[in-house]
């Protein structure tokens, strides 16, 4: 039976039967045989039964491709003939694919340039996110029935009100650190009765406000976009649009204008903080009293730097309240997505409130304030 696959008669080589993978290896041994003598015979495939893409790819290891082709055409029906010339072109196209060459210096560059593209475009996103988030907010200043005071006053629970301990305690071992390291430098000079100065300043002006920023950029941004980014997993924000719901009016407003509330009172808790410990370092290791810290914070301080520092509370409580909530709708749908954008807003928010405050630190210089 095998070698009635393959008949030789007066210079006519016939294929015949079923060339399929039932019979692969018999037909495979068979055109091992005849693969060097194919090319003095004519060819005939009209005794080809059945086909299939393993018996068409030893029809063409037997005949070569040009030829091969040129037999489908010729002695095959449509669809086998269709079959055997797609075979054909398939084994015609070479698998050695050369490997690209690596330049470090191109590499290097490519890779800034993609960084940057995404850079570009995730401050078109979030600048498109800030414009939609006001745009909102003042379409509903008029209309207070819509507002959510209940989830307001929740965020204002959950973001300021349980971050006072550790604001308050974080900007107390930093006033102190401030202070102790300001007198070692001024008492070279004799001159450490200036560290007040110099820890009401900073935490007036900078500390206040800048660590209670980065705390809440690491703990409620993070909180933001992990709520919002397992809301979209599990598909409650598309539950919400069905019902004809805004999520932005329900889900965003709530939390930026409880970030708006907390971070100047937590600002201020900040600044308060800050200079007790500042005051507990002058009183017990500079000999300073707190009678004099507080005269002279009285007279070489104004409030303006208190104000200074106050006004940059409510910009940075909306940059990070918008970055925490933009992340949370670019879930998605995984677990992986979750973490990765959680962890993007906590970069991006803390990234944001120092560039912020570095350029309203230049403006307010400008302005002698």
Not at 39 to 68: H, K, P, R
């Amino acid at each position: 039976m095998p070698n009635e696959w393959i008949t030789r008669d007066s210079g006519t080589l016939s294929l015949q039967h079923e060339w399929t993978l039932v019979h692969y290896q018999a037909l495979k041994s068979l055109v091992a045989q005849h693969r060097n003598t194919a090319n003095n015979f004519t060819i005939s495939l009209e005794g080809i039964t059945q086909l299939d893409t393993a018996g068409a790819a030893l029809i063409v290891e037997l005949l070569g491709i040009e030829n091969a082709k040129q037999q489908a055409e010729s002695s095959l029906p449509k669809k086998q003939q269709a079959l055997l010339v797609r075979v054909a072109e398939a084994m015609e196209t070479s698998l050695d694919v050369t490997p690209p060459k690596h330049n470090r210096i191109t590499d290097a560059l490519a890779t800034v340039g993609q960084q940057m593209m995404g850079l570009w475009s995730q401050q078109r996103q979030l600048l498109a996110f800030i414009g939609l988030v006001l745009a909102t907010l003042f379409s509903l200043l008029l209309r207070p029935h819509r507002w959510r005071f209940t989830a307001t006053v929740a965020h204002i629970h959950s973001s300021g009100l349980n971050a006072v301990p550790i604001v308050a305690l974080l900007t107390f071992m930093v006033g102190a650190v401030v202070a102790f390291l300001g007198a070692t430098v001024l008492q070279d000079f004799g001159a450490t009765v200036y560290t007040i100065d110099l820890v009401a300043f900073s935490f007036l002006r900078e500390f206040g406000v800048l660590l209670a920023a980065i705390l809440l950029a690491g703990r409620t941004a993070s909180a933001f976009t992990a709520q919002l980014g397992a809301m979209k997993s599990n598909e409650e924000i598309d539950a919400l649009q069905t019902q004809g719901l805004d999520p932005i009016e329900l889900l965003v407003l709530p939390r930026v204008i409880a970030l708006l509330i907390s971070l100047p009172l937590l600002a201020f808790v900040g600044m308060l903080s800050g200079l007790i410990g500042g005051a507990m370092v002058a009183t017990l290791s500079l000999d300073i009293s707190i009678s004099q810290f507080m005269t002279t914070l009285q007279k070489d301080v104004s409030v303006n730097h208190f104000l200074v520092g106050l006004s940059k509370a409510p910009v940075f409580a909306f940059v990070i309240a918008v970055i925490g909530c933009l992340e949370g709708f670019k879930v998605s749908g995984s677990a992986q997505s979750v973490g990765a954008h959680t962890t993007s807003s906590v970069v991006q928010s803390i990234f944001m409130v120092i560039l912020i405050d570095a350029l309203a630190a230049l403006f307010f210089m400008e302005l002698g304030w």
